[in-house]
Structures are given as structure tokens and as C-alpha cells.
């Protein structure tokens, strides 16, 4: 678990508006699920996951409930839906914020990770499909990502699902010994995800493995295919992986994983979701389609780095007053800027001059505004622009319209040359994301 200090953490936070921009326009609306709940709702993920059998912080709380620190919000949002019983469907909302999971701490893996997400209950329409994966894609268009490959990949119906797994049980148990032993642990939990297994022994018995394709209903068949269509139209690329499971249980039909090409194998889902059309009615509610993904905070932006998008931003001021005076002066002209809207951080402790135009160049602002004691005395500041330019004296009721005049200037002049460098990607000029 670790601390996000600034300025990493000012990048964390547009992170998140970035994301709302992207979905509130498609229709999601805010769900902010506790950070706790019952432990009953986490175990419905699936007793075959890690994520539930060996990495949930579950303790005894004093009034002698088990309860949970929530690994992912899926299923909290899916309790939510059981709870509250909304009325117009798809019930679309979006979600940020921690999970918790007990993890081997390592670059991209921690034990307290963010993740933003959507998920849209109650609509069995593979178009809705096609929406959240395009939300996704699109939001990492958005942050300037460029290196992410999207896998999506289909696990049938229930009872297709089922068959699949009974083939594949056969199959890895006819490898026998050869078989790596943790994957013969795993085979005996879940044989899906032995076809996860990265380790060398399990290879040929993973490429030689039965297809899921080969067990589709036509329903589950003609679901993925008006969703690959759907992908085309829109010109997102993607790949069908057929040996993609996902590492959560509840999954049905449609899965997806977006990849990040700079990251280690082992690291490298930004992102993933899927439909999990049986949680909600595991959770008490009524039977209810549903679809989503999460995107990990950590990862996407460790990939952000990887790639020079998105760059944490140093902090701005429109402008450092310099007080030399160790009067109120100084206290009055800091309020009126930020009661005007500006920015304005200040010197303390009546420092000397030279040490607090130090700090005002260290805090980045775009004017010092100097208080001394002729200008206390005369009604007058100093206003000295930190780019270098010449300082002005003016009168202190003057303060505000010059400091906006320079500000309105200086955005003029990043707009054009903005305008002459940026790409044609529309989305990338509307978050400022590829200077
Ligand atoms: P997940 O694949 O477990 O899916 O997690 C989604 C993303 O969260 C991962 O791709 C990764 O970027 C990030 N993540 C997971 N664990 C960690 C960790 N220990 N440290 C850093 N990042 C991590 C889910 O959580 C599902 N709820 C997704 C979903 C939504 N499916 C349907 N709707």
C-alpha cells in the first residue's frame, strides 16, 4: 500500500475526470459502493478464484459480522442492483476508487490498487457489448495510449460454459503427471484457468486443448458475432483469443482483456470485464443480464509512463505574493485574487525578499506580486511576470485585470501553438494529452 504525493497524485485525479467525461456521455451516471461489505457478497465471485479463497482482507468486525474489504465492485454494484431494484434498465453507472486484494506486492501489483469502471444491468443486447468495450478503448484513446491490444473472446452460454469445462477436464487430466503440479491444483478448482498457466510443461497440453468455439449454442454464437461486427463498424481492433478466460468466476458470454504492450506478461491487463449474467440473482435480485469492465489506476498509468502520455503536471499559481511587508496587506490581495477565481499561494514568516521570490519561482506561478513597504504605504503592488518579462508598479485595485489580462494572453498563445502542432485526433486536443 503506498502514498500518491503530489503532483502524481493531481494526475490521479484527472485521471479519474478524464474517465467520467468519457462515460457520463454515453449515459453512466456516479455509484459510490462502501469500501466494505458483508463478506457474502465477495464470496459470490467464485470459491474456484484466488481473489476470494486466498487474497480477501475478510475479518470479524465487533458486532460479529464477516465482513470484507471489497476486491473489486462488480459484485457490489450487482448487491446495489438487488438492494435499491431501479426500474429503468439498462441500469448504466460508473464507479472509482480502491479494492483491496492480498497480492504479492510487485511493479503493478499491490495490495491496495484503484480501478475506474462501468458496468450496464438489465439489457441482453450484444450492442451494449459492443458499448462498454468502445468506452473502454475509447478512454485509453483519450489518455494517448497507443501501444493497447483488445482481446475479446466468448465462453458460451451457461450449460456451453459447463461442457467446455467438463472437455477440458478430461483433457488436462489425460496429461497426467506432465501436467505442471500447480496447474494440476488448478485443474482440480477450475479447469479453465489452467489454460492461464504461463509455465513451460503445460504449454502443449494448453495448445492442444478442446476450443470453446466448438461448444457454442447458436444463441452464444450469434451474441459474439453481432459483438465482433459491431467492434468492425466502429473500426476498434481487436483479436479473438480463444484461450482467454479472465480470472474471475462469474463470467458468461462475452470477455474481454485490453493489454498493454510495454508491460511485463505477467502485468500487462490495463483492464477487463466481461458479462456476468448470473450475479445479480446470486446476490438476491431478480435474473438480470449484465456487462462491464475495470480499468487498474496503477497499471494504466505505469503504461502512460511507459509510453510519455498523460504526464503528471506540475502544479500552477497565477501568482505568489511576495510580502515584505509582514502586514495585512498582503493577506487582503491574497484573498481578492482567490475569491476572483485566481490562484494564489503566498510567503510567510516575513521572510527576506531574495528567499520568498525563491519560492515564488519554485511554485511555478505565472507573476510574483510583490508587497513592500513603499507600495503598502502608496496603495500599489509590484506585479513581476516569472517568465522573465518587466515588472510593472500599479495600483492595487488594478491587480486583478492585469494579472487576467496576462492570463487570457498566454492561453491565446498556447491555443495556436497547440493548433500547429497537435494531431487531428479530436479526442486527444479535447484532454490536452499530446503536446
Ligand atoms: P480484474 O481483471 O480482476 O477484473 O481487474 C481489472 C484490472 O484491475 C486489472 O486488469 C488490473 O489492471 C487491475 N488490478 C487487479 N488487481 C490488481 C492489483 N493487485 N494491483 C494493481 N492493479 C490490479 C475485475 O476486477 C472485474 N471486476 C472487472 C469487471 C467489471 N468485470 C465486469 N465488470
Request: glycine fraction near 8%; charged fraction near 25%; hydrophobic fraction near 40%.
Amino acid at each position: 500500500m503506498r502514498d500518491i504525493l503530489p503532483p502524481e497524485s493531481g494526475r490521479w485525479r484527472r485521471f479519474t475526470s478524464v474517465f467520467a467525461d468519457v462515460v457520463e456521455a454515453a449515459g453512466y451516471a456516479q455509484l459510490i459502493p462502501p469500501l466494505l461489505e458483508d463478506l457474502g457478497v465477495f464470496t459470490r465471485i467464485g470459491d474456484a478464484t484466488d481473489v476470494v479463497t486466498k487474497e480477501m482482507y475478510d475479518f470479524v468486525d465487533k458486532g460479529e459480522r464477516r465482513v470484507a474489504l471489497r476486491p473489486e465492485q462488480t459484485a457490489s454494484v450487482c448487491r446495489a442492483f438487488a438492494q435499491h431494484r431501479p426500474a429503468a434498465l439498462p441500469w448504466k453507472v460508473f464507479y472509482s476508487g480502491p479494492n483491496f486484494r492480498y497480492e504479492k506486492p510487485q511493479r503493478g501489483r499491490y495490495r491496495q490498487f484503484d480501478q475506474v469502471g462501468i458496468e450496464a444491468l438489465g439489457v441482453d443486447d450484444p450492442m451494449l457489448d459492443v458499448e462498454v468495450i468502445a468506452l473502454g478503448w475509447e478512454f485509453y484513446q483519450a489518455l494517448g495510449l497507443r501501444q493497447v491490444t483488445l482481446l475479446v473472446n466468448s465462453l458460451g452460454e451457461p450449460d456451453d460454459r459447463a461442457r467446455y469445462v467438463e472437455a477440458l477436464r478430461l483433457h488436462f487430466e489425460a496429461a497426467g503427471e506432465e501436467l505442471s503440479e500447480q496447474s494440476r491444483v488448478t485443474l482440480a478448482k477450475n479447469p479453465l484457468r489452467v489454460l492461464d498457466s504461463k509455465r513451460a510443461p503445460d504449454q502443449p497440453f494448453i495448445e492442444s486443448a478442446p476450443q470453446i468455439a466448438d461448444f457454442y449454442s447458436p444463441e452464444a454464437a450469434n451474441h459474439f458475432d453481432a459483438v465482433q461486427a459491431g467492434l468492425r463498424s466502429l473500426d476498434i481492433p481487436f483479436a479473438v483469443e480463444s484461450k482467454l478466460v479472465r480470472g474471475l468466476d462469474y463470467y458468461r458470454r462475452t470477455i474481454f482483456e485490453f493489454q498493454g504492450g510495454t508491460l511485463d506478461s505477467a502485468q500487462n491487463a490495463l483492464g477487463g470485464g466481461g458479462r456476468y449474467d448470473g450475479l445479480v440473482e446470486a446476490l438476491g435480485g431478480p435474473a438480470t443480464p449484465g456487462i462491464g469492465f475495470a480499468l487498474g489506476v496503477d497499471r494504466t498509468l505505469i503504461a502512460c509512463d511507459d509510453e510519455g502520455c498523460f504526464p503528471a503536471e506540475p502544479r500552477q499559481l497565477d501568482a505568489f505574493i511576495v510580502d515584505v511587508v509582514g502586514g495585512l496587506e498582503a493577506v487582503a490581495i491574497t484573498a481578492e485574487l482567490r475569491s476572483a477565481g485566481m490562484s494564489a499561494d503566498r510567503g510567510y514568516d516575513n521572510r527576506s525578499m531574495k528567499a520568498q521570490m525563491k519560492l515564488a519561482n519554485r511554485s511555478n506561478a505565472a507573476f510574483a506580486v510583490i508587497v513592500g513597504e513603499q507600495e503598502a504605504a502608496d496603495g500599489t503592488v509590484v506585479a513581476k511576470p516569472m517568465n522573465g518579462g518587466d515588472q510593472v508598479t500599479i495600483p492595487r485595485s488594478e491587480l486583478i485585470a492585469h494579472l487576467s489580462a496576462a492570463r487570457s494572453q498566454d492561453t491565446r498563445s498556447q491555443d495556436t501553438r497547440s493548433q500547429d502542432t497537435r494531431s487531428q485526433d479530436t479526442r486527444s486536443q479535447k484532454y490536452g494529452t499530446h503536446d
